[in-house]
């Protein structure tokens, strides 16, 4: 079962975090063209590091606590509310964002500065018209009481930790 997750998982990370925060920004700097002073670069380097960090173990968390992948096709069994998505609902969407900002600060260049507002616009959208109507239906309690306990978009400063069945 974790294999097919993982397998999915692996799949949808190249497609969708691999497009939104690798193809188009490359494309929209010309082959990640442009130079920033060193400060913004190193500022922008710490942010694509730790987006890049905090997504991976995202995908992670959905293989090994949901049995499952973040892909619409093939969703997880389980709610995942553990690692990062106990300080916030949307870590992958965050750390996305972390990455394309960075890139804008590494390469100095306002189109990408433009984009990774449209990269919160477009995921915020489907998280609240698709993703926690489904969630909700499918999980119920469990989901409306980790949402009233976990922001959306700006995270938590303690993990929030679901009550024990």
Not at 51 to 76: D, I, K, N, Q, W
């Amino acid at each position: 079962m974790k294999g097919k997750a993982a397998l999915g998982s692996l799949l949808f990370f190249i497609v969708a975090p691999g497009t939104v925060a690798g193809l188009v920004p490359w494309w929209l700097t010309n082959g990640w063209r442009g130079k920033a002073p060193l400060v913004l670069q190193l500022a922008g380097g710490v942010f694509v590091l730790t987006g890049l960090a905090g997504l991976v173990y995202s995908f992670v968390r959905f293989v090994v606590e949901g049995l499952g992948t973040p892909a619409p096709v093939a969703p997880t069994k389980h709610l995942v509310v553990g690692g990062l998505y106990r300080f916030v609902r949307n870590p992958m969407y965050v750390a996305i964002i972390a990455i394309v900002l960075g890139q804008a600060m590494f390469f100095g260049s306002l189109a990408l500065l433009v984009y990774a507002v449209v990269t919160w616009i477009v995921p915020a959208s489907f998280a609240k018209f698709y993703e926690e109507p489904t969630l909700r239906r499918t999980f119920g309690a469990e989901y409306d009481e980790y949402r009233r306990n976990v922001p959306a978009w700006i995270p938590r400063l303690k993990p929030w930790h679901a009550p024990r069945a």
